[in-house]
């Protein structure tokens, strides 16, 4: 399983971007892909993970009711949609992914098994 994440930038505090995360191997409908972020000098934060095949999503509590998780299959990629970004989201965000979803666990880090090169999102004025 190939992830390759992208869409990060520079945007102004309030602004939005969408990052990508692009899926290629053999992965299948229980796939589980989430994002993860971290920002120098602090661990890796989970942010959200959602199911390929649908039915199963959350989010990480410091982004809810701003970022929105989504995927697309017939593209095999997962997206998302931040809204209302704020400087202390700045961070390098990373896509992950682990065979099924683990009740309790997806939102550990060391739970996923494979991860993209993370992009870069600075929020700033």
């Known amino acids: 399983v190939q992830l390759q994440a992208s869409g990060g930038g520079l945007v102004q505090p309030g602004g939005s971007l969408r990052l990508s995360c692009a899926a290629s191997?053999?992965?299948?409908?229980?796939?589980?892909i989430a994002w993860f972020r971290q920002a120098p000098g602090t661990e890796r934060e989970f942010v959200a993970a959602?199911?390929?095949?649908?039915?199963?999503?959350l989010y990480g509590d410091s982004v809810k009711g701003r970022f929105t998780i989504s995927r697309d299959i017939a593209k095999s990629a997962v997206y998302l949609q931040m809204n209302s970004l704020k400087p202390e989201d700045t961070a390098i965000y990373y896509c992950?992914?682990?065979?099924?979803?683990?009740?309790?666990?997806?939102?550990?880090?060391?739970?996923?098994?494979?991860w993209g090169q993370g992009t870069q999102v600075t929020v700033s004025s």
């Open positions: 959602i199911r390929r095949g649908g039915g199963r999503l």
């Open positions: 191997g053999r992965i299948d409908m229980d796939y589980i």
């Open positions: 992950a992914a682990r065979p099924r979803w683990l009740v309790g666990g997806a939102t550990k880090p060391g739970n996923y098994d494979y």
